[in-house]
């Protein structure tokens, strides 16, 4: 009985077997059949960069009659390199044409923490007023040249020119650039062109002057010259270092416009509203630098451009001021009243550290209100009140 069952089984197993099964033989397989262990290698050593400086030429336009005239003009741009900050490796005597002029080896970066070239830009102020007269547009340049330097924001120039058949002003600044952090700079030649002259002579004549004009605004100047303008008449464009990197310019100041509430039936009202104005926003710590006269429908407004100091955070600028508006929540039926309560807020505004630079009625008989145009600080919280 139990050689049945044992033979029954084995028959079970045997017709199991699929037909197609091949016999296993040992020399058919290959090494590439046998999955690879991983295997750790020694680590290598991580390439290095030597350490080196890039090296950059400074040519010049200048050319000499003779070799040993080219000389000493090379050696005296190696004093005014080096005094502008940067650091020169020799020059040579090279011939142009019939002539000869100069290259000077320099080192086009500086490390941070160096003191020269200075970080700084050259901007140009426009308000875009038209003025009638020349002599206006004159008043107006040299009022808002003298309120640049009474930020401390050096001036290089200032002039009239035409716009269609009206008079405008615009003044060349210098301000800081405030420059992101990094451990090396870049240095930079820049120039600007100033002044206005019949001829080239008298150009050539006013080079030292405006040398010293620019290194008074803080840019080692290196370098001026004649050149012609556009318009046929000649100037004065002087070279300068600055130091500069990639991530952008990023200026000490911006330039605001506050348009003014006040509405006036002549254009000399507005104007003359505009320059009693500017003292108001000079002692609420914002610079002023022109007032702007402005069409409003059939009547006059006004605006004042002022300086605001850049914030730069890791989020983005942020301004040092800016101004608010304050809208009363009371009404008043007549406007007496209206202009009453305005001022007392006005007062207690100012008094709170809250510098009020304009205000106005609004409304009509029967339900007057008011604004307040306020001046706060970075950080420096405003009024709270439930919304109208």
């Known amino acids: 009985m139990f050689r049945k069952q044992v033979l029954s089984a084995v028959s079970f197993l045997v017709l199991a077997v699929p037909s197609h099964a091949q016999k296993f033989v040992l020399d058919t397989g290959g090494m590439g059949d046998v999955p690879q262990a991983p295997v750790v290698m020694p680590h290598a050593p991580a390439p290095v960069t030597p350490p080196g400086v890039s090296l950059a030429s400074y040519s010049t336009d200048e050319t000499f009659t003779f070799e040993n005239q080219a000389r000493p003009a090379m050696e005296a741009r190696i004093r005014d390199l080096n005094a502008a900050g940067v650091v020169t490796l020799g020059g040579r005597v090279v011939p142009a044409g019939n002539d000869y002029s100069f290259v000077i080896d320099y080192v086009p970066t500086v490390k941070n923490g160096a003191a020269l070239p200075p970080a700084a830009l050259v901007g140009t102020y426009r308000n875009g007023a038209a003025y009638w007269l020349a002599k206006d547009a004159d008043a107006a340049m040299r009022a808002c040249a003298a309120n640049f330097r009474n930020a401390r924001v050096p001036v290089l120039g200032s002039y009239v020119y035409e716009e269609g ?10 301000q800081k650039n405030l420059l992101r952090p990094t451990q090396e700079y870049a240095v930079r030649f820049e ?41 046929g008449n000649y100037a004065v464009q002087v070279e300068y270092v ?69 914030i730069y955070q890791p989020g983005g600028t942020v301004p040092a001021a800016a101004i608010q508006t304050y809208q009363a929540q009371e009404t008043f039926t007549f406007d007496k009243d209206a202009k009453k309560a305005m001022a007392e807020k006005a007062a207690a505004f100012n008094a709170g550290g809250l510098p009020v630079v304009g205000s106005a009625l609004t409304g009509s008989l029967g339900s007057f209100g008011y604004v307040i145009d306020y001046v706060t600080k970075a950080g420096q919280p405003g009024p709270v009140y439930p919304p109208r």
Do not use: H, I, M, W
């Open 242 to 310: 600055v130091r500069a990197n990639a991530y952008g310019p990023r200026p000490q100041y911006a330039v605001v416009r506050y348009d003014s509430r006040e509405t006036f039936t002549f254009e000399k009202d507005a104007l003359a509203a505009s320059a009693s104005a500017l003292p108001r926003f000079a002692a609420a710590g914002l610079p002023p630098l022109s007032g702007v006269v402005r069409k409003e429908g059939n009547d006059y407004s006004y605006g004042v451009d002022f300086l605001v100091a850049n």
């Open 191 to 231: 120039t600007y062109t100033g002044g206005k002259f019949t001829f080239e002579s008298e150009a050539k004549k006013n080079v030292p002057a405006y040398l010293n004009l620019v290194r008074q605004a803080g840019l080692p100047a290196v370098r001026g010259k004649a050149v012609q303008r556009p318009d």
């Open 165 to 174: 058949n009206d008079n405008a002003f615009a003044v060349d600044y210098v």
